[in-house]
């Protein structure tokens, strides 16, 4: 059942054209400078290094460390327009396309939600997919503006709001679920337990929180497990997951979700993995 109407007077500003009108960050010059295409050929060959933010980036400073690292191998990581662009391609393809599916499960969860939050919504992609299975009120946060350009351009009806999924600027209580694709993977220890803790804050009591993330079998199973199990695919999941850099996913996988959860107020109400996604669903006690 759809929650009652609340006015909301406190909601942040969203973002708008203006403030997407985003600096050129060092790739951006991949095909003009010889500096960037040898610094580009190196992170694609041998692996992540830190992001160097541009100047005059938006709350640039605001970014902490840990978020400045070049995942994925993708040169300068979320952090300029070229490689969001194809990160916002490239995602979708290197997962065979069972993301799309995995998203529409996600905002099948929150279909009775009236207001529901999309963290690290990337390109928006979830929080898109919340909106077509017709929650009213549709909110989405990123640390990256680059990545919020193209949400921007994708889903122009979208509330996007830059920062933090850890200091998020809504009212306790503010939403009936929130959605999180692909994100605690990417935070350290400390990181997964600040936004577990925010999450916990702007839920409502009941609201629940939808994880979509890597399966744990496709690092920890052998080979020939991957193969009895799930055929090529198993073994194409695990090859991905062994070359892309992902600096915090030990983190992730090492930890109990139900520890974790009933650590922060919640129940956990599904906690499911099959090569390549593992799905949780979280209920705010
Ligand atoms: C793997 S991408 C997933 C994007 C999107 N959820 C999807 O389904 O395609 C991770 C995203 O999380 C964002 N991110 C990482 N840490 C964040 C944080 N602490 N707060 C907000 N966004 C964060 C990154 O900028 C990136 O856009």
């Known amino acids: 059942?759809?929650?009652?109407?609340?006015?909301?007077?406190n909601d942040p500003a969203v973002l708008t054209p203006s403030d997407l009108e985003l600096p050129r960050a060092w790739p951006d010059y991949v095909f003009r400078r010889i500096g960037a295409f040898f610094r580009f050929l190196r992170t694609l060959l041998f692996g992540g290094r830190d992001v160097v933010l541009p100047p005059g980036l938006r709350r640039g400073e605001e970014l902490p460390a840990y978020l400045l690292r070049e995942f994925h191998r993708m040169p300068n990581g979320y952090y300029s327009h070229v490689l969001a662009n194809g990160y916002e391609r490239g995602f979708?393809?290197?997962?065979?396309?069972?993301?799309?599916?995995?998203?529409?499960?996600m905002a099948e969860q929150t279909k009775d939600s009236r207001a529901v939050l999309d963290i690290g919504c990337g390109s928006g992609?979830?929080?898109?997919?919340?909106?077509?299975?017709?929650?009213?009120?549709v909110w989405a946060i990123d640390a990256s503006l680059y990545q919020l350009?193209?949400?921007?351009?994708?889903?122009?009806?979208?509330?996007?709001?830059?920062?933090?999924?850890?200091?998020?600027?809504?009212?306790?209580?503010r939403f009936d679920a929130v959605g999180a694709c692909f994100l605690f993977h990417e935070l350290p220890t400390e990181a997964q337990n600040a936004v577990l803790a925010e999450v916990r804050r702007v839920l409502r009591p009941g609201g629940i929180l939808v994880i979509a993330e890597p399966s744990p079998e496709q690092v920890r199973d052998g080979l020939r497990t991957l193969w009895r199990q799930h055929g090529w695919r198993g073994i194409y999941f695990r090859v991905l997951a062994k070359f892309v850099t992902e600096p915090y996913l030990e983190q992730w996988h090492g930890r109990s979700i139900t520890?974790?959860?009933?650590?922060?107020g919640f129940v956990v109400e599904k906690d499911e993995s099959k090569v390549p996604f593992r799905r949780i669903v979280l209920r705010r006690s």
């Open 92 to 105: 979708e393809r290197a997962m065979l396309g069972h993301v799309a599916s995995v998203r529409i499960w």
């Open 1 to 9: 059942m759809v929650a009652a109407a609340r006015p909301q007077t």
């Open 259 to 264: 520890e974790w959860a009933t650590g922060h």
């Open 125 to 137: 992609k979830l929080a898109g997919a919340m909106a077509s299975v017709g929650v009213p009120d």
């Open 149 to 173: 350009k193209i949400a921007a351009r994708e889903y122009p009806a979208l509330n996007l709001v830059h920062g933090l999924a850890e200091s998020t600027p809504f009212d306790d209580g």
